[in-house]
């Protein structure tokens, strides 16, 4: 007999780009970045580039292939992102997918009244300790803007109710380098010390150049201070195809490619071996209705394709699932978008997967899909696993003592391996009458019970000191 070995796990995975098609839009995009360019006018980032081998005609910055691959030579294909306390919670060498909620709606949907509103520093707390609760969410977003608060301060107090309500690693995004400044020494504050920080970062954040081909001072500077101080950033753009990027796939594809590599090439020239992670949110314009599409099928497979081009270049990627255009979270457009797109995520092997709990495309975040989701990665997770292939998996012991005709219910290998079957906490499979007995709920009712009850739970916060020290902080925001 062959010898099986032990752990022998085939990961489930989709191809989207054959070899052949992943080298051709590796040569296009370098073909980008060389020709065509990308808009640059911060000073330092513009004296780096030149100074490296780059050309600046018309204000674009013709980098060379070379210094490209350079660059992502440098970058590091995994680093960590830690809690709290820098234990760490998110290992990117590990090549599995991890999932985190969605990020700055201007709308809540408020799981007791239904009732549709703009967000507030109170939602972020609702969303953020219901995040924290639910298991299969691997880290966080903030979620919402604070619109109760003055816009200036409004990204550092959702990213500090975010910081207070979830222990999980913080993604976030910054309009201003006040906000950016502010949200690192909070998460120095969180790790423990800025030496903690960089060993185990519990925040990261998104730099995103303006397509098409454009990173403007603003960002260009946050890029720089991030790979200063080590804080991670996805240089992550939304590229809608037909508006802002071409109308084929490809050629979106290609583009998301340049501008994600783009800023990966500053941030290296800034410090080699800042961590950054390769992504691009490659949607559709819906002629339509001119939507931005959370939805849209050809979404799920640009950022399928996108993945693979990460993993061509040895990157971690950004990528985008667990959203809808539907307007409330009891549509079934809802579910079936979720479910679709975290599943073509996790079969694409997208390592960060963010934007769950999004509805109406990016407008609103519901705490009920926050719940419904954690389900679908539940079932995906679970999927995701493959079947372990070995002398106790095969059973070729207990199939000959039973043999045909026979039953499995009493075996000792029954009840070592039985409680591997995966069982919902939310759906149902008991029958009509006993359904009927239990109140006829369906699934949305299910939901709401179980969200509820998450509103509830006490949060897990920080220590007295750190909450004292944030509040301090927070009176000297600018």
């Known amino acids: 007999m062959v010898p099986i070995n032990p752990e022998l796990i085939n990961r489930p995975a989709v191809t989207i780009l054959s070899g052949e098609q992943i080298e051709r839009i590796h040569l296009g995009t370098m073909q980008v970045l060389e020709q065509t360019g990308i ?9 780096l580039l030149i100074q490296h081998g780059a050309s600046v005609k018309d204000k674009r910055v013709c980098i060379p292939a070379a210094m490209v691959e350079a660059a992502i030579q440098q970058a ?7 809690k709290r306390n820098g234990e760490t919670a998110i290992d990117l060498k590990a ?3 991890w999932y985190g909620a969605g990020l700055d709606c201007v709308d809540y949907l408020d799981p007791v009244t239904d009732k549709r509103s703009r967000f507030t520093s109170e939602n972020c707390r609702v969303t953020a300790t219901i995040a924290n609760t639910l298991s299969n969410y691997d880290w966080c977003m903030t979620l919402g803007f604070s619109t109760d608060v003055q816009p200036s301060l409004a990204e550092r107090v959702a990213a500090k109710q975010a910081l207070t309500y979830c222990n999980k690693p913080l993604f976030f ?17 969180i790790a423990g010390s800025e030496k903690i920080f960089r060993l185990a ?3 990261a954040t998104l730099s995103s150049a303006i397509s098409p081909l454009w990173y403007d001072d603003n960002t260009v500077e946050k890029i720089i201070f991030c790979a200063e101080l080590g804080i991670p950033q996805a240089l992550y753009s939304g590229l809608q195809a037909g508006a802002t990027s071409p109308a084929t796939f490809a050629g979106t594809i290609v583009q998301g490619c340049a501008e994600s590599l783009g800023g990966l090439v500053m941030a290296q020239l800034v410090r080699p071996g800042a961590p950054t992670i390769f992504g691009a949110l490659t949607t559709i314009m819906d002629m339509a209705t001119t939507i931005f599409s959370y939805g849209a099928v050809e979404m799920n497979l640009m950022a399928a394709a996108m993945a693979q081009m990460a993993r061509h270049y040895k990157l971690p990627f950004f990528g985008t699932a667990g959203c809808s255009d539907a ?8 579910v079936l978008e979720a479910t679709f797109s975290c599943l073509s995520a996790s079969l694409s092997g997208a390592n960060l997967v963010h934007d769950l709990g999004l509805l109406d495309h990016s407008n609103l975040i519901s705490p009920r899909y926050l719940v419904l989701i954690n389900e679908i990665l539940s079932m995906l997770k679970k999927y995701m696993r493959g079947i372990v292939v070995n002398d106790e998996t095969m059973a070729l012991e207990v199939i000959n003592q039973v043999g045909p005709g026979g039953n499995y219910l009493e075996e000792h290998h029954t009840m070592r391996n039985f409680r591997e079957v995966w069982y919902s906490k939310l759906f149902d499979r008991d029958t009509y009458d006993a359904w009927c007995r239990q109140g006829a709920k369906k699934m949305i009712d299910r939901v709401r019970e179980k969200t509820r009850k998450l509103m509830d739970t006490d949060p897990e916060i920080p220590s007295a000191g750190v909450v004292q020290e ?5 009176t000297h925001w600018k």
Request: negative net charge; contains cysteine; proline residues 8%.
């Open 173 to 189: 995004c910054c309009s201003d380098m006040n906000s950016l400044q502010s949200i690192y020494e909070m998460g120095c504050l």
């Open 95 to 97: 090549g599995k997918s």
């Open 76 to 82: 590091p294909s995994n680093f960590v992102l830690g």
């Open 470 to 474: 944030m509040d301090r902080l927070a």
């Open 39 to 47: 808009r640059v006018t911060h000073p330092k980032a513009l004296g």
């Open 327 to 334: 307007k409330s979270d009891d549509d079934q457009q809802a």
């Open 201 to 203: 970062p519990p925040i």
